[in-house]
Protein backbone atom coordinates (compact mmCIF):
# COMPACT_ATOMS: atom_id res chain seq x y z
CA UNK A 1 0.00 0.00 0.00
CA UNK A 2 2.78 2.39 0.57
CA UNK A 3 3.88 2.06 -3.04
CA UNK A 4 3.79 5.23 -5.21
CA UNK A 5 1.51 3.76 -7.31
CA UNK A 6 -1.20 3.74 -4.93
CA UNK A 7 -1.19 7.75 -4.86
CA UNK A 8 0.11 8.33 -8.03
CA UNK A 9 -1.87 11.10 -10.19
CA UNK A 10 -3.82 12.70 -6.85
CA UNK A 11 -7.44 14.14 -7.70
CA UNK A 12 -7.96 17.71 -7.25
CA UNK A 13 -10.67 17.33 -4.70
CA UNK A 14 -14.28 19.52 -4.57
CA UNK A 15 -16.70 19.70 -2.31
CA UNK A 16 -19.08 20.71 -5.47
CA UNK A 17 -18.26 18.26 -7.84
CA UNK A 18 -20.81 16.14 -9.32
CA UNK A 19 -24.54 16.18 -9.90
CA UNK A 20 -25.81 14.99 -6.71
CA UNK A 21 -25.86 16.15 -3.33
CA UNK A 22 -23.78 15.77 -0.13
CA UNK A 23 -25.82 14.45 3.18
CA UNK A 24 -24.60 15.09 6.56
CA UNK A 25 -25.50 11.55 8.41
CA UNK A 26 -26.33 9.06 6.00
CA UNK A 27 -25.19 5.44 8.80
CA UNK A 28 -23.53 8.27 11.03
CA UNK A 29 -21.68 9.35 7.61
CA UNK A 30 -21.83 12.02 5.47
CA UNK A 31 -22.03 11.18 1.83
CA UNK A 32 -22.30 12.22 -1.94
CA UNK A 33 -25.68 10.65 -2.96
CA UNK A 34 -26.86 10.71 -6.28
CA UNK A 35 -30.01 9.16 -8.05
CA UNK A 36 -33.25 8.69 -6.80
CA UNK A 37 -33.70 8.30 -2.80
CA UNK A 38 -37.53 5.91 -4.00
CA UNK A 39 -34.48 3.91 -6.02
CA UNK A 40 -35.39 0.05 -4.18
CA UNK A 41 -31.75 -0.90 -5.57
CA UNK A 42 -28.46 1.19 -3.98
CA UNK A 43 -24.91 0.96 -5.04
CA UNK A 44 -22.08 2.33 -2.64
CA UNK A 45 -18.57 3.36 -3.82
CA UNK A 46 -15.95 2.97 -1.16
CA UNK A 47 -13.15 5.36 -2.18
CA UNK A 48 -9.43 5.03 -2.14
CA UNK A 49 -7.35 6.96 0.15
CA UNK A 50 -8.45 10.57 -1.77
CA UNK A 51 -11.65 10.46 -0.48
CA UNK A 52 -15.86 10.85 -1.51
CA UNK A 53 -14.67 14.47 -3.14
CA UNK A 54 -12.47 13.23 -5.69
CA UNK A 55 -14.51 14.87 -8.67
CA UNK A 56 -14.22 11.90 -11.25
CA UNK A 57 -15.45 9.48 -8.53
CA UNK A 58 -18.34 11.38 -8.11
CA UNK A 59 -18.69 11.17 -11.96
CA UNK A 60 -19.01 7.26 -11.38
CA UNK A 61 -21.77 7.99 -8.75
CA UNK A 62 -23.51 9.78 -11.44
CA UNK A 63 -22.95 7.48 -14.03
CA UNK A 64 -24.72 4.59 -12.29
CA UNK A 65 -26.92 6.66 -10.78
CA UNK A 66 -27.97 7.17 -14.59
CA UNK A 67 -29.44 3.82 -14.32
CA UNK A 68 -31.94 3.38 -11.89
CA UNK A 69 -29.03 3.03 -8.69
CA UNK A 70 -29.42 5.39 -5.73
CA UNK A 71 -25.61 5.92 -5.22
CA UNK A 72 -23.92 6.53 -1.94
CA UNK A 73 -20.15 7.62 -2.01
CA UNK A 74 -19.79 8.07 1.96
CA UNK A 75 -17.29 9.54 3.76
CA UNK A 76 -15.67 6.94 4.69
CA UNK A 77 -12.25 9.24 5.70
CA UNK A 78 -14.07 11.62 8.01
CA UNK A 79 -12.98 14.66 6.01
CA UNK A 80 -9.01 13.44 6.25
CA UNK A 81 -8.01 12.61 2.73
CA UNK A 82 -4.32 11.29 2.54
CA UNK A 83 -2.18 14.25 1.68
CA UNK A 84 0.91 13.39 -0.65
CA UNK A 85 2.27 16.78 0.53
CA UNK A 86 1.50 16.40 4.20
CA UNK A 87 5.34 15.42 5.22
CA UNK A 88 4.59 15.08 9.00
CA UNK A 89 1.87 12.26 8.01
CA UNK A 90 3.82 9.58 5.27
CA UNK A 91 1.01 7.26 4.16
CA UNK A 92 2.03 4.49 6.79
CA UNK A 93 1.02 6.66 9.52
CA UNK A 94 -1.96 7.96 8.32
CA UNK A 95 -3.18 4.70 6.93
CA UNK A 96 -3.05 4.38 11.01
CA UNK A 97 -5.97 6.63 11.58
CA UNK A 98 -7.80 5.37 8.56
CA UNK A 99 -7.93 1.16 8.58
CA UNK A 100 -10.35 -0.46 5.96
CA UNK A 101 -11.29 -2.70 9.58
CA UNK A 102 -13.23 0.64 10.90
CA UNK A 103 -14.60 1.59 7.23
CA UNK A 104 -15.77 -2.19 7.07
CA UNK A 105 -18.03 -1.55 10.34
CA UNK A 106 -18.79 1.94 8.86
CA UNK A 107 -19.96 0.70 5.68
CA UNK A 108 -22.24 -2.15 7.18
CA UNK A 109 -24.17 0.93 9.46
CA UNK A 110 -24.33 2.84 6.09
CA UNK A 111 -25.86 -0.53 4.31
CA UNK A 112 -28.85 -0.62 7.60
CA UNK A 113 -29.17 2.98 7.36
CA UNK A 114 -30.10 2.26 2.97
CA UNK A 115 -32.07 -0.69 4.33
CA UNK A 116 -34.55 1.21 6.68
CA UNK A 117 -35.07 3.23 4.00
CA UNK A 118 -36.96 0.60 2.45
CA UNK A 119 -33.72 -0.14 -0.17
CA UNK A 120 -34.12 -3.65 -1.22
CA UNK A 121 -30.50 -4.84 -2.53
CA UNK A 122 -27.38 -3.45 -2.32
CA UNK A 123 -23.97 -3.93 -4.55
CA UNK A 124 -21.15 -1.96 -3.78
CA UNK A 125 -17.44 -0.94 -5.57
CA UNK A 126 -14.66 0.18 -4.07
CA UNK A 127 -11.48 1.84 -5.74
CA UNK A 128 -8.00 0.48 -4.19
CA UNK A 129 -8.15 1.17 -0.16
CA UNK A 130 -12.21 1.07 -0.77
CA UNK A 131 -11.74 -2.56 -2.39
CA UNK A 132 -10.79 -4.02 0.81
CA UNK A 133 -14.07 -2.21 2.57
CA UNK A 134 -16.22 -4.08 -0.36
CA UNK A 135 -14.61 -7.44 0.10
CA UNK A 136 -14.62 -7.56 3.48
CA UNK A 137 -18.80 -6.89 2.85
CA UNK A 138 -18.58 -10.19 0.15
CA UNK A 139 -17.38 -12.35 2.87
CA UNK A 140 -19.78 -11.01 5.55
CA UNK A 141 -22.83 -11.82 2.77
CA UNK A 142 -23.71 -8.10 3.73
CA UNK A 143 -24.23 -7.33 0.00
CA UNK A 144 -25.53 -8.84 -3.06
CA UNK A 145 -22.70 -7.58 -5.91
CA UNK A 146 -19.38 -6.31 -5.30
CA UNK A 147 -16.70 -4.94 -7.76
CA UNK A 148 -12.87 -4.57 -6.57
CA UNK A 149 -11.15 -2.06 -8.92
CA UNK A 150 -6.91 -2.03 -8.58
CA UNK A 151 -7.97 -3.70 -4.98
CA UNK A 152 -5.02 -3.24 -2.17
CA UNK A 153 -4.76 -4.77 0.89
CA UNK A 154 -7.05 -7.78 -0.37
CA UNK A 155 -5.92 -11.36 0.10
CA UNK A 156 -6.25 -14.81 -1.41
CA UNK A 157 -8.07 -16.18 1.26
CA UNK A 158 -10.21 -12.66 1.44
CA UNK A 159 -11.25 -13.86 -2.34
CA UNK A 160 -11.99 -17.36 -0.55
CA UNK A 161 -14.41 -16.37 1.45
CA UNK A 162 -16.32 -14.16 -0.48
CA UNK A 163 -20.13 -15.17 -1.00
CA UNK A 164 -21.67 -12.70 -3.51
CA UNK A 165 -21.17 -12.25 -7.20
CA UNK A 166 -17.72 -10.73 -7.54
CA UNK A 167 -15.98 -8.54 -10.28
CA UNK A 168 -12.56 -7.99 -10.43
CA UNK A 169 -10.81 -5.38 -12.46
CA UNK A 170 -7.14 -5.73 -12.39
CA UNK A 171 -4.25 -3.07 -14.61
CA UNK A 172 -1.68 -4.80 -16.61
CA UNK A 173 0.70 -3.01 -13.88
CA UNK A 174 0.37 -2.67 -10.88
CA UNK A 175 1.91 -3.10 -7.51
CA UNK A 176 -0.72 -3.87 -5.49
CA UNK A 177 -2.77 -6.26 -7.22
CA UNK A 178 -0.73 -7.49 -10.23
CA UNK A 179 -1.68 -9.41 -12.59
CA UNK A 180 -0.70 -12.89 -11.38
CA UNK A 181 -2.53 -12.17 -7.77
CA UNK A 182 -5.90 -10.93 -9.98
CA UNK A 183 -5.05 -14.62 -12.24
CA UNK A 184 -4.98 -16.20 -8.61
CA UNK A 185 -8.32 -14.67 -7.74
CA UNK A 186 -9.53 -16.23 -10.98
CA UNK A 187 -8.99 -19.62 -10.46
CA UNK A 188 -10.03 -19.40 -6.58
CA UNK A 189 -13.32 -18.41 -8.30
CA UNK A 190 -13.38 -20.83 -10.85
CA UNK A 191 -13.53 -22.87 -8.15
CA UNK A 192 -16.38 -21.83 -6.22
CA UNK A 193 -19.56 -22.99 -8.49
CA UNK A 194 -21.98 -21.28 -6.11
CA UNK A 195 -20.49 -17.35 -7.03
CA UNK A 196 -20.26 -16.29 -10.12
CA UNK A 197 -17.63 -13.60 -11.21
CA UNK A 198 -15.97 -11.82 -13.75
CA UNK A 199 -12.81 -10.92 -13.56
CA UNK A 200 -9.97 -8.44 -15.94
CA UNK A 201 -6.95 -7.43 -16.70
CA UNK A 202 -7.00 -4.19 -18.37
CA UNK A 203 -4.14 -3.36 -20.69
CA UNK A 204 -1.42 -0.80 -20.70
CA UNK A 205 -3.07 0.76 -17.35
CA UNK A 206 -1.52 0.89 -14.17
CA UNK A 207 -2.94 0.97 -10.40
CA UNK A 208 -5.85 4.06 -10.05
CA UNK A 209 -6.61 4.47 -13.77
CA UNK A 210 -10.07 3.70 -13.37
CA UNK A 211 -10.88 6.65 -10.67
CA UNK A 212 -7.31 8.87 -11.30
CA UNK A 213 -7.60 9.23 -14.88
CA UNK A 214 -6.34 12.58 -16.69
CA UNK A 215 -9.30 14.05 -17.99
CA UNK A 216 -7.90 15.09 -21.34
CA UNK A 217 -6.12 12.18 -21.68
CA UNK A 218 -8.23 10.18 -24.51
CA UNK A 219 -6.89 6.76 -24.33
CA UNK A 220 -6.81 6.88 -19.98
CA UNK A 221 -10.65 8.14 -20.23
CA UNK A 222 -11.11 5.45 -22.99
CA UNK A 223 -10.33 2.79 -20.40
CA UNK A 224 -11.26 4.03 -17.15
CA UNK A 225 -14.85 4.69 -19.10
CA UNK A 226 -14.61 0.55 -19.98
CA UNK A 227 -13.98 0.05 -16.03
CA UNK A 228 -17.12 1.71 -15.22
CA UNK A 229 -19.33 0.30 -17.66
CA UNK A 230 -18.38 -3.04 -16.54
CA UNK A 231 -18.70 -2.08 -13.21
CA UNK A 232 -22.32 -1.06 -14.01
CA UNK A 233 -22.74 -4.18 -16.09
CA UNK A 234 -22.27 -6.11 -12.69
CA UNK A 235 -24.20 -3.84 -11.25
CA UNK A 236 -27.72 -4.33 -13.29
CA UNK A 237 -27.02 -8.34 -13.60
CA UNK A 238 -26.54 -9.07 -10.19
CA UNK A 239 -27.62 -5.89 -7.58
CA UNK A 240 -31.12 -6.51 -7.55
Request: aromatic share 8%.
Amino acid sequence: MASSQCCANPPTLSHGSGQGCVVDDLGGLKAYTAGSPDSKLAIILASDVYGFEAPNLRKIADKIAGSGFFVVVPDFLYGDPYSPNNAERPLPIWIQSHTTVKGFEDAKSVIAALKSKGISAVGAAGFCWGAKVVVELAKADAIQAAVLLHPSFVSVDDIKEVKCPIAILGAESDHLSPPELVKQFEQILSAKKEVSYFVKIFPGVAHGWSVRYKVDDASAVKSAEEAHQDTLDWFAKHAR
